[in-house]
Structure formats: C-alpha cells, structure tokens
C-alpha cells in the first residue's frame, strides 16, 4: 500500500512540475524565435534608409551563419542586437 501512495505522489509530482518547463523556450529555439521576429519587423516596419536596412540584412546573414554553425549563443547575442536596433529605430523615428 505505501509503495501504491508512494508511486502515485511521485506521478502527480512529475505532472504537476512539467508545464513549468514547457512554457520556456529552449535555447536553441530563441535564435529561431529571434530571427522570425527580426523577419516580421522588416516586413511590417515602415521604411528604413538603405544604409539601415543593409545592416540589418548582414546581421540576418550573420545570425543565419552562426545558427548552421552550431553557435546559438552567438546567434542569440546577434539577434538580440539587431532587435533592439529595429525597437530602437521604430519608438524614435530616427530611420538611419
């Protein structure tokens, strides 16, 4: 009987502890999700100058080379930048 109790806490403990991982990305995933949110705010950002768009083109390319590579952080860390370049560029109207 305790053994029944025992495995049955056990089983409601695993299910109970597994959406909490389930809501977070994994990291190989966020230069993925990064990338596709830099893609979707070029398509629907209002225009750049060239100069910026063309940088922010090199940074895909960068981006897109160290995911093949295997380097996600890097990949994350490129991403994360070209972001806030786009976030920055979009709240301050500045279009560089």
Known sequence: MKRTALAGLFVAAAMLASPVFANEPAKDDLCAINLQKINDAMATSGQTSENTSDDIKTGIEK???EQAKGDKAACISTT???LQRIHDINTSGARN
Do not use: E, I, R
């Open 63 to 65: 981006a897109t080379s």
């Open 80 to 82: 994360t930048q070209l």
